[in-house]
């Protein structure tokens, strides 16, 4: 089935240190998307990428890295720098910028 | 600042009756709507979407008008089922404006509750 994985569904860091969240679709979507979820928050865009090998900021980027090495793959990183890292992670990918298809999501805690 | 807006929280209707969610937009170069439903720790679904040649787009029991004069889109449910119930998104981005925004601005969504 076509669709957008990610992995895993729940997570726990330790403050301090850095963890890598994964996404991948078999979808052949061009873009990419990392948007997080926080309660009253709406959906708050961190990356996006267009095309493999290039990634723009989005809206929060600020504790976070990404890297598109494939056009299948967008794992996001979340950074000892990343005061808040406690959300709902979410990824999506579109063909261009039409609807976009979302994973399950991933629900990180930092203990 | 908020470019996609939602300012009901949250919406209550009876089952079988119309359910109505507004958005409110400020970006006048956000020409492609659409329209996500989400239930908790899950990722939003989509539902339905307008482009701004458009003012109006129906499929099956939602349709989604929008008046670009006034900057407002609505998602119109009818009839109105339990299983509507979810937290509904409003989301818009400038596929057609000539560049290449690939981005998607969404808004801070709304509860709906739907009593049988």
């Known amino acids: 089935d076509g669709g957008i994985t990610q992995s895993p569904k729940y997570l726990f860091r330790k403050e301090g240190q850095n963890v890598t969240l994964s996404c991948e679709q078999n979808l052949n979507h061009d873009a990419m998307y990392w948007y997080r979820q926080d309660p009253g928050q709406g959906l708050r865009l961190i990356y996006y990428?267009?095309?493999?090998?290039?990634?723009q900021k989005g809206d929060i980027a600020e504790g976070y890295s990404v890297s598109r090495e494939k056009k299948e793959s967008f794992p996001l990183t979340v950074t000892s720098a990343q005061k808040n890292p406690t959300a709902f992670y979410l990824c999506?990918?579109?063909?261009?910028?039409?609807?976009?298809?979302f994973g399950q999501g991933t629900r990180l805690t930092v203990v | 600042d908020q470019q996609v807006k939602q300012n009901s929280p949250s919406l209550s209707v009876q089952e079988g009756r119309i359910s109505i969610l507004n958005c409110d937009y400020t970006?006048?170069?956000?020409?492609?709507f659409l329209w996500y439903k989400k239930y908790p720790a899950e990722g939003p679904t989509f539902l339905i979407s307008?482009?701004?040649?458009?003012d109006k787009n129906e499929d099956g029991r939602f349709t989604v008008f929008l008046n670009k004069s006034a900057k407002h889109l609505s998602l119109h449910i009818v009839p109105s089922q339990p299983g509507d119930s979810a937290v509904y998104f409003c989301?818009?981005?400038?596929?057609?404006?000539?560049?290449?925004?690939?981005?998607?601005?969404f808004g801070k969504g709304t509860l709906l509750t739907v009593n049988p």
């Open positions: 970006n006048s170069m956000f020409d492609y």
């Open positions: 989301a818009a981005s400038g596929e057609n404006s000539g560049g290449s925004n690939y981005k998607l601005t």
């Open positions: 307008i482009s701004s040649i458009k």
């Open positions: 990428s267009q095309i493999v090998n290039d990634f």
């Open positions: 999506a990918s579109s063909f261009r910028s039409t609807e976009a298809f």
